[in-house]
T-cell receptor, first 110, second 114 residues
């Protein structure tokens, strides 16, 4: 797998504020996947990005893949309590399997 | 997803005991994976299998072994459990020819080694 570093580890926001988590690598990534894990739950696939500079949106979520394919971000606009959980980036998935970042825990205060 | 099931869901055992965690899937996927999750460390790949006769070590395979009994079944064994193997274990599957190569996770097995 391809190593990925994810920041921040924790993020506290007020409900309605925006949230961003970042995923970085020292090497060029073949792809980047994002997963969400609700408290007490299992990771659930959100999206995959493969192209340089790619941007995809899912309602209030915006995913970006950097031009050099070494970084990615997930941005949530106007957070809601349902957004609570841990967001993981991951890369690879080919012959070496996926390598996950350590995740960003999103805590929302009403 | 209910398509990926894990048994048991919770297990408490003692140091030195042999433990088997089982994973079954009805998704028809060729690829299956075992991950370990510890607080603050994310998900670490233990073993993975791309078909029945294929077994590969992940980043933390020491102290673990696996068996791919059939396309739908992939079990993880701890030959002699130790306390630092206390963790949440996830099984996952993916399709070889999927557009997005996404992985589908089971509900997890919480293992405590005393």
């Amino acid at each position: 797998g391809q190593q990925v570093m994810q920041i921040p580890q924790y993020q506290h926001v007020q409900e309605g504020e925006d949230f961003t988590t970042y995923c970085n690598s020292s090497t060029t990534l073949s792809n980047i996947q994002w997963y969400k894990q609700r408290p007490g739950g299992h990771p659930v696939f959100l999206i995959q990005l493969v192209k340089s500079g790619e941007v995809k949106k899912q309602k209030r979520l915006t995913f970006q893949f950097g031009e050099a394919k070494k970084n990615s971000s997930l941005h949530i606009t106007a957070t809601q309590t349902t957004d609570v959980g841990t967001y993981f980036c991951a890369s690879g998935g080919g012959a070496d399997g996926l390598t996950f970042g350590k995740g960003t825990h999103l805590i929302i205060q009403p | 997803d209910a398509d990926v099931t894990q048994t048991p869901r919770n297990r408490i055992t003692k140091t030195g005991k042999r433990i088997m965690l089982e994973c079954s899937q009805t998704k028809g996927h060729d690829r299956m994976y075992w991950y370990r999750q510890d607080p603050g460390l994310g998900l670490q790949l233990i073993y993975y299998s791309f078909d029945v006769k294929d077994i590969n070590k992940g980043e933390i395979s020491d102290g673990y072994s696996v068996s791919r009994q059939a396309q739908a079944k992939f079990s993880l064994s701890l030959e002699s459990a130790i306390p630092n193997q206390t963790a949440l274990y996830f099984c996952a599957t993916s399709a070889t020819d999927a557009t997005y190569n996404e992985q589908f996770f089971g509900p997890g097995t919480r293992l405590t080694v005393l």
